[in-house]
T-cell receptor, first 112, second 114 residues
Framework: AQRVTQPEKLLSVFKGAPVELKCNYSYSGSPELFWYVQYSRQRLQLLLRHISRESIKGFTADLNKGETSFHLKKPFAQEEDSAMYYCALSSSMDTGRRALTFGSGTRLQVQP | EPEVTQTPSHQVTQMGQEVILRCVPISNHLYFYWYRQILGQKVEFLVSFYNNEISEKSEIFDDQFSVERPDGSNFTLKIRSTKLEDSAMYFC????????????FGQGTRLTVV
């Protein structure tokens, strides 16, 4: 069975501070990993995924298969980064199955 | 920018009643999904739909649930006889095609069963 763990429910930082949102996963094959973000009163939207290796809004995430992690990082937090962040996993690369398994989410609060 | 649209935004229903949640996926997308999030819990996968049939479903998606694409634009989730524990936010999503797994989510329908 696959599982995604986000250990922090809330992460509060000051503007300009570095941010790391943790995500660990449990899956025996080759996972496809995503970060979704939900700003206040808005829909879930894709922030980034490991296969594209992009940096979006200054955020990056590297898949570490040894540590089974996909932590989300940003060197300097902005107030507009305040949102709920969800890590998600798909087994599509192995199985073709497209269902996403989500973590419980971390609320990032960036204080001025 | 095209979006997934869900109606209604909030639905209140009595226990035992049937409810239909509606979604209009992005028009050229081929895969459709329903997820739900019970208050305070994780977003959970319910079902995916491709080529006019269910392609995957979770253990949650039992005989009480069904999905349909009644025409070229709508995608519906029906709960036959609602229970209190069906109260949740239900999200519809769609994705473009076989090579692109990015899911685009709707804004959700909050279902309250009383």
């Amino acid at each position: 069975a696959q599982r995604v763990t986000q250990p922090e429910k809330l992460l509060s930082v000051f503007k300009g501070a570095p941010v790391e949102l943790k995500c660990n996963y449990s899956y025996s094959g080759s996972p496809e990993l995503f970060w979704y973000v939900q700003y206040s009163r808005q829909r879930l939207q894709l922030l980034l995924r490991h296969i594209s290796r992009e940096s979006i809004k200054g955020f990056t995430a590297d898949l570490n298969k040894g540590e089974t992690s996909f932590h989300l990082k940003k060197p300097f937090a902005q107030e507009e980064d305040s949102a709920m962040y969800y890590c998600a996993l798909s087994s599509s690369m192995d199985t073709g199955r497209r269902a996403l398994t989500f973590g419980s989410g971390t609320r990032l609060q960036v204080q001025p | 920018e095209p979006e997934v649209t869900q109606t209604p935004s909030h639905q209140v229903t009595q226990m035992g009643q049937e409810v239909i949640l509606r979604c209009v996926p992005i028009s050229n997308h081929l895969y459709f999904y329903w997820y739900r999030q019970i208050l305070g819990q994780k977003v959970e996968f319910l079902v995916s739909f491709y080529n006019n049939e269910i392609s995957e479903k979770s253990e949650i998606f039992d005989d009480q649930f069904s999905v349909e694409r009644p025409d070229g634009s709508n995608f519906t989730l029906k709960i036959r006889s609602t229970k209190l524990e069906d109260s949740a936010m239900y999200f519809c999503a769609s994705s473009p095609g076989p090579m692109d797994t990015e899911a685009f989510f709707g804004q959700g329908t909050r279902l309250t069963v009383v």
